[in-house]
């Protein structure tokens, strides 16, 4: 990045206040006397040659006090020094997430648009994914390629895994994989709308794994309770499918939720709605922002040289004329 021309010596650039003294002393002199010349011939009296010499060595003067100030260029290179922080999302695909109750979409769609906001955000940090259902799936290890997991986060869909809720395989698989980060600060943040019913791994001692890692998890109870719509695939008397949307009842177990959010030092949320949701994710970022520090580098080029030869060729000026014989009479 060019920053343009400074002075390491601007101090010197007070000389120039010279300049115009000098100007009005030289003026002020020819008046107290006359030079008497015939009219005969042509005369550089009064003409532009009688100042042409002093002006030439003026301005020089003035390129000289200039270049004592030693002018600069700079450029500057910043460096931005942060201290990440890794974050795993783990995003529940099971059967109940496609409830529509988060018009005009699923509560998965809206899940996926605003967690790809979110890691938009977080340009400093290293983001994983693990996804579950009745079993739990690391859909990508910790990185900082973002568009890479804005793709993966596009391409999650609901019935790939089998249907359940393993809550405590979910969240040992985030926390395996944050059990090698070297980062100051590990993050889970662990979005669901069920109650734990499947897995080998119960979700208390999930929560006391990510506790002894120095794990911090954030839970997200996403949607709202009673009885919603749900769309469901059924084969008819012809053996074909078709969607039919059946009211259900999905229950969060906000307790659960609750307690491994306080256990971890984190915090619990419940998302009624698209906008809930947003805000909740807005607060995680605001609550987990990484520490940056910008190091600026500037290097100056010195540019006195092109003053100075400059003042050196106007010194020259006024005896080029005679050197070449211009003036001289046929």
Same mark, same amino acid.
């Given at each position: ?10 101090? !010197?650039?007070?000389?120039? /206040? ?9 003026? @002020? ?24 010499? *002093?002006?030439? %060595? ?6 000289? =006090? ?10 500057? %290179? ?8 890794? =974050? ?18 699923? @509560? ?9 906001? *979110? ?22 290890? /910790? ?23 393993? =809550? ?73 499918? @078709?969607?039919? @949307? %059946? ?62 030869? !400059? ?12 050197? *070449? ?6």
């Amino acid at each position: 990045m060019n920053l343009g021309p400074s002075f390491q010596d601007p101090w !010197a650039l007070l000389l120039l /206040l010279v300049l115009p003294i000098l100007a009005f002393l030289r003026h @002020r002199r020819r008046s107290y006397g006359a030079l008497t010349y015939s009219s005969l011939g042509s005369a550089p009296s009064g003409s532009w040659r009688l100042h042409a010499g *002093f002006y030439c %060595r003026l301005l020089a003067l003035g390129l000289l =006090i200039v270049a004592l100030a030693r002018p600069q260029l700079g450029f500057s %290179r910043e460096e931005n020094l942060t201290e990440g922080i890794d =974050i795993q999302v783990v995003l529940d695909i099971s059967g109940s997430m496609a409830a529509e109750d988060f018009q005009p979409r699923n @509560r998965l769609a809206v899940a996926k648009d605003v967690m790809k906001e *979110f890691v938009a955000k977080r340009t400093g940090d290293r983001v994983g994914i693990v996804v579950f259902a009745g079993q739990a799936l690391t859909k990508a290890p /910790l990185t900082t390629d973002h568009p890479m997991l804005q793709l993966l986060l596009d391409s999650i869909e609901l019935h790939t895994l089998p249907d359940g809720t393993a =809550i405590g395989m979910a969240l040992a698989t985030a926390a395996n994989r944050l059990r090698g980060s070297t980062a100051k600060t590990k993050v889970v943040v662990l979005v669901t709308d069920g109650v734990n019913n499947r897995g080998a791994i119960d979700p208390e001692s999930a929560a006391a794994v990510c506790e002894g890692l120095g794990i911090k998890v954030y839970t997200v109870g996403v949607g709202t309770k009673g009885v919603v719509p749900v769309p469901m695939k059924v084969v008819d008397a012809f053996n074909r499918e @078709r969607i039919e @949307r %059946r009211m259900m009842e999905v229950d969060v177990d906000e307790p659960l939720l609750q307690s491994i959010a306080e256990r971890t030092q984190g915090k619990f949320f419940q998302a009624i709605d698209p906008e809930s949701l947003r805000r909740i994710f807005d607060e995680i970022d605001h609550l987990e922002k990484t520490p940056m520090q910008v190091k600026r580098y500037i290097r100056y080029k010195e540019a006195f040289q092109p003053l100075a030869w !400059a003042a050196l060729g106007l010194l020259l000026l006024p005896f080029l004329p005679a050197t *070449f014989g211009w003036l001289a009479e046929p």
